[in-house]
């Protein structure tokens, strides 16, 4: 049986590959500049790789065209995909925050007005907290550049996530809440995880080792 | 305009129902074998009869308002509907004993971004019994269902709600929940990070584990030293239904789902990475309708026709059978005479195509299908074969 590996353009790609290789597939033709393929097959034989937007990841994992996936936490927690989350990968770690102007007269998440706009790429995460906080807001869907929200005073706040804190600094915001951490996961279609196939588990019980022992 | 279906609404076309019919005709030949009989429930309901057994989401099911401002909605599945319907029937007739039931049914779902789903299934429920006997009588009428629509290699994954509900009774009350929602996802990661000491942490892990053949799981359990298990009756319960079941089988205890009205044996039937058939025991279901809360003991499970389809594909009929006569009528005046030789052949053959021919084409088309009867009416005369010139209808 070919494992199928479902892994994210971007930045999760580079240490994905690098875990992988630690396991013995190797996938780092999709690191090489001029690649164009999007399904690769390990050397071996044994293994092949799909290239896919991150948010895709659970979906082709889902859909049983991979048995595996690496995607962070932060992207199966907008997507409620039907997948078994088996290892925190520990890289990739960054955590969803809010964020005001700093000129901002708002310095926690109860002191925002109800009804308020926040702008964010993580509508459902957004959403989720703030129904939570019972704290009524118009959220305001956008792909990218969030900070430009608050930026032109389109929206009071936004939800988004943070590695460095620097491009929030650099365009003059200022966190005042913290969501969740995110880091990378090993995640399996559910029923090849349940049906205990030998391969898939070997898989799993690799890639726990390697972490044991260090990346 | 371009008139167009809503995502996830399909025409059945004739193929389409053919093939559909051709599973219904089968699983409710071995459905009547076995005793049971059809029911058929209402497409709409009101919402909160779907909602009442605690188990479905709204946000799944389409909702549809009413005339008096009351809610109503298509419904995600048919065992909320049967258990709505008998509730109040146990309630009224003390002595209604077993029902038996089977349906063939289409059901409608939200799923998230991809929009309104309409399917189709063919189910049974036994209410008013329990126990291995009503839950064997299940597992081998699922077994022979599969058998009578030509599906031989499947795995039944089986878990146990009430026991996997025990095991995590045993740990603090506080992480509970948590627990469940991390088994039924299949979340270890999520179990792995609970504000609990590590060696409660490994037990949770354990659990997430607890899968493999009916032996391996047993021997597990004997040699786990936190579990309570002389106090656990449904080891002993699923010991008595695998005494009975013989049948290939994964145990596994992490197959629950986060909010259940099942309380019983649980089960999906897997072929590849599909599901074939999912169902289980749900004991308190119909005390949410019985006018005094009793609960009548019931279990079930329902087959998803679209998948069947998919993976029948090959044995299923791929066309409709051509017309065993085809009768001619060479002028319009001939068509009084046609209609009384097609009914000739009708009562002669009760179980014979007879068509008319309508256009020439009908001959050309019957002829290019090997149609063994063409049989031309000319001058009260009747034929065997046709000229396409014939044909008393306008082309």
């Known amino acids: 049986m070919v494992v199928t590996f479902a892994l994210p353009k971007g930045a999760l790609l580079k240490d994905s590959i690098q875990l992988l290789q630690r396991v013995g597939f190797d996938f780092s033709a999709f690191l090489d500049g001029n690649n164009r393929q999007l399904q690769i097959a390990d050397p071996t034989g044994q293994a092949q790789a799909l290239l896919v937007r991150s948010q895709d990841v659970p979906i082709y994992v889902s859909y049983g065209q991979a048995q595996f996936g690496i995607v962070g936490e932060d992207v199966l927690q907008e997507k409620t995909a039907d997948v078994a989350k088996l290892v925190d990968l520990k890289f990739g770690r960054c955590y969803m925050a809010i964020a005001v102007m700093q000129c901002s007269p708002y310095r926690s998440v109860m002191e925002l007005p109800p009804h308020c706009r926040v702008a964010s790429k993580f509508v459902r995460s957004a959403a989720r907290y703030f129904r939570e906080l019972d704290l009524p807001v118009e959220l305001v869907p956008l792909y990218g550049s969030v900070e430009l929200a608050p930026m032109t005073g389109m929206a009071e706040a936004i939800v988004d996530l943070v590695s460095t804190g620097r491009t929030l600094r650099d365009n003059g915001l200022v966190e005042i809440e913290f969501l969740y951490e995110s880091t990378a996961r090993l995640i399996a279609h559910p029923l090849s995880w349940r049906l205990h196939d030998r391969r898939i588990h070997e898989v799993v019980h690799q890639v726990r080792r390697c972490l044991e022992h260090g990346m | ?395």
Request: hydrophobic share 40%; charged share 20%.
């Open chain 2, 1 to 395: 305009m371009v008139h167009q279906l809503p995502t996830g609404a399909r025409d059945l076309l004739p193929l389409d129902l053919l093939q559909k019919q051709w599973f219904e005709h089968r699983l409710q030949q071995v459905c009547h074998r076995w005793g049971y009989q059809p029911i058929l429930t209402p497409t709409l309901e009101y919402l909160s009869s779907l909602l009442a057994g605690g188990t479905i989401d709204a946000n799944t099911v389409i909702q549809v308002q009413g005339r008096n401002e009351e809610i109503l909605g298509l419904r995600p599945e048919v065992t909320a509907s049967i258990a709505r319907a008998y509730g109040p029937r146990y309630a009224r007739d003390a002595n209604l004993g077993v029902q038996r039931l089977y349906y063939h049914a289409n059901v409608f779902r939200w799923r998230g971004d991809q929009g309104q789903n309409e399917a189709f299934q063919s189910g049974v429920e036994i209410l008013g019994a329990r126990g291995v006997a009503a839950d064997g009588e299940i597992l081998y009428l699922l077994a022979d269902c599969l058998e009578s629509i030509g599906i031989g290699t499947w795995k039944l994954v089986l878990g146990h709600a009430g026991l996997t509900t025990a095991l995590i009774e045993t740990f603090p009350e506080s992480c509970r929940r948590a627990i469940r929602v991390g088994v039924a996802h299949l979340d270890r990661v999520a179990l792995e990070q609970l504000p609990l000491p590590d060696s409660l942490i490994d037990q949770v892990l354990t659990l997430l584990d607890l899968r493999g053949t009916p032996h391996e799981v047993f021997a597990k359990f004997t040699s786990l030293p936190w579990l309570p298990v002389t106090s656990l009756p449904e080891l002993d319960y699923l010991q008595s239904l695998f005494h009975l079941w013989q049948g290939d089988c994964l145990l596994d205890l992490s197959l629950i789902q986060p909010f259940d009205y099942y309380t019983g044996v649980v089960f999906e039937v897997v072929l590849g990475d599909r599901i074939l058939a999912q169902g289980g025991r749900y004991d308190h279901l119909l005390s949410h309708f019985h006018p005094r809360g009793t609960d009548i003991p019931s279990i079930g499970f329902c087959l998803n026709l679209e998948v069947l389809q998919q993976v029948c594909q090959p044995q299923l009929p791929q066309t409709f059978p051509p017309p065993d006569y085809l009768v001619v009528p060479q002028s319009e005046a001939e068509l009084p005479a046609a209609f009384r030789l097609a009914t000739e052949l009708r009562l002669q053959h009760p179980k014979a195509i007879v068509k008319l021919a309508l256009t020439p084409q009908c001959i050309t088309q019957a002829k290019e299908r090997g149609v063994s009867h063409i049989l031309t009416v000319n001058d009260g005369d009747i034929l065997e074969g046709g000229t396409s010139a014939g044909a008393a209808a306008q082309p």
